[in-house]
């Protein structure tokens, strides 16, 4: 085994809809496309992993056998949380080379760093000879990004590229962990624009939106019998304890349960194929982001109001933890060029810079290439 090479790859996410649902205990529905964090790994005789990213031009080593998590994350500790996750589940992690490269734009909303993890886990897996069932390894990923990213994210990102079956989407319950797979009609289209605005969920702004929703929930659950997690929230409960909240808190709470509502809708849509009523539920989830639980900023809102004035566009929204990042769109299969089209045209005309661009493409999850 030592001399022959494992090609493992994770695709990206494109969260249909269900944004900052997860971590509140709600339910998304992601799917993925058809660009890859893609490692190369070659078994070594000693305990170290040496890691070259090729995408960022920068190689680190760690032995197997001292991990810690660094105070102050880079790109090296998603790869030795997984190493350390994988040996905490009892795998026998092997030293190896590894050379991994991506091109999947960095924090534009499509969760690069959960492919990097995904794909990471694969190979070490099949340089150890050994396999995790799929949302096992979700979770363990999951549980890397937390202890060694310093991000508190949700489970979707991880599920969706370990689970998400080729042209579905996950219908995922993040606080059972059921899932249920919908395959994407024929006649639909999302695409992707990048507004060039970045974010970094390690900068903070992520978990103070997780905080704020524990202190919501904090503060409701004495009013609201069994209230574990917003997801426990209806419409009438939130409407009725509205005076315990601040002005904030209220409209995190509101965008918690108007989204999960948007979830089951939007679910329902694809299964009858009603492509209006897709575009509806991304438009409006495009307004609670902006507005209630204010993840938007000036270049996403931009880039959705071109979206809007293309009349072959359904609808549109940001996507992934915002701040910054990609517009999905959505809109019918042979209207997609000319629709992308107008998108980047009139981006660029108020922006000054012409946006990538990417039509979402069915793909496999994360997976072995050479298995
Ligand atoms: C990031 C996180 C996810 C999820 C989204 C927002 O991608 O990793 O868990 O919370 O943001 O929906």
């Known amino acids: ?67 810690r998590p660094n105070p102050t994350p880079t790109w090296i500790e998603y790869v030795k949380g997984v190493a350390a996750g994988l040996i905490g589940a009892g795998i026998k992690v092997r030293g190896a080379e590894l050379i991994i490269e991506s091109n999947i734009p960095l924090g534009a909303g499509l969760s690069s760093s959960a492919s990097l993890e995904l794909s990471v886990a694969k190979a070490l897996l099949a340089v150890a000879g050994e396999s995790i069932d799929a949302a096992e390894l979700a979770l363990l990923c999951q549980h890397a990004e937390h202890d060694y990213a310093g991000v508190h994210c949700g489970v979707m990102d991880q599920y969706s590229l370990a689970c998400a079956t080729y042209g579905s989407a996950l219908l995922l319950d993040c606080r059972t962990l059921q899932y249920q797979q919908v395959q994407l009609p024929e006649d639909i289209a999302f695409f992707l624009t990048d507004s060039g605005a970045r974010h970094s969920l390690t900068d903070g702004e992520y978990n103070s939106r997780a905080a704020e929703c524990a202190a919501a929930v904090a503060i409701l659950a004495p009013a609201v019998p069994g209230m574990k997690n917003l997801r426990d929230l209806s419409h009438e409960l939130l409407a009725a304890n509205k005076a315990a909240l601040n002005a904030a808190q209220y409209r995190r709470c509101r965008h918690v349960v108007t989204e999960i509502q948007r979830v089951k809708d939007t679910f329902a849509a694809l299964e009858r194929r009603d492509l209006h009523k897709v575009g509806s539920m991304l438009s409006a989830c495009h307004k609670s982001l902006r507005d ?80």
Not at 40 to 47: G, L, N, V
Request: glycine share 6%; charged share 25%.
């Open 1 to 67: 085994m030592s001399d022959i090479l494992v090609y493992a790859s994770a695709p990206a996410r494109v969260n249909i809809i269900g944004e900052h649902s997860d971590y509140n205990d709600g339910l998304v529905l992601p799917t993925n496309t058809a660009i890859f964090t893609r490692v190369q790994a070659k078994r070594r005789e000693d305990r170290v992993l040496k890691v070259r990213s090729s995408t960022l031009d920068d190689t680190q080593s760690f032995t197997l056998d001292d991990l």
């Open 292 to 371: 209630d639980y204010a993840v938007s900023c000036v270049e996403l809102d931009a880039l959705v109001e071109c979206a809007d004035s293309c009349d072959l566009i359904l609808g549109s929204r940001m996507v992934g933890a915002g701040f910054g990042g990609c517009v999905l769109a959505v809109c019918r299969k042979d209207d997609a060029l000319a629709a992308a089209a107008h998108v980047q045209a009139s981006y660029l005309a108020v922006s000054g810079s012409r946006p990538w661009q990417h039509l979402v493409e069915p793909t496999h999850p994360a997976r072995v290439e050479n298995e």
